[in-house]
Nanobody, 126 residues
């Protein structure tokens, strides 16, 4: 059972990236998928959630209107589209899976997840 985030890289301010979260050993369609990020010297932050049925989502205020989650159950993959990137978005991004399937309006809690993936580095710099 494994989750793997990918798609990170170096992008200029104002640019876009799409992160992918792929699962092996289990199917994602029953899980809410949450994205967290952690920058050096800062606390981990839950930034996005998409529910198992796409019926509910969550976006942190820091990314609202810029980051959008989506899922392709046929590919067993969830995506995080990140637009209008800012230097403060620089962090390691992690995807996690929550069997409860829904998104909390208060944001995801790292310890409450069922599976955690390895992170992918996103660097926003000119």
């Amino acid at each position: 059972v494994q989750l793997q985030a990918s798609g990170g890289g170096l992008v200029q301010p104002g640019g876009s990236l799409r992160l992918s979260c792929a699962a092996s050993g289990f199917t994602l369609d029953s899980y809410a998928i949450n994205w967290f990020r952690q920058a050096p010297g800062k606390e981990r932050e839950g930034v996005s959630c998409i529910s198992s049925d796409d019926g509910s989502t969550y976006s942190a205020d820091s990314v609202k209107g810029r980051f959008t989650g989506s899922r392709d159950n046929a590919k067993n993959t969830v995506y995080l589209q990140m637009n209008s990137l800012k230097p403060e978005d620089t962090a390691v991004y992690y995807c996690t899976a929550d069997i409860r399937g829904y998104c909390s309006g208060y944001g995801p809690i790292w310890s409450g997840m069922d599976y955690w993936g390895r992170g992918t580095q996103v660097t926003v710099s000119s």
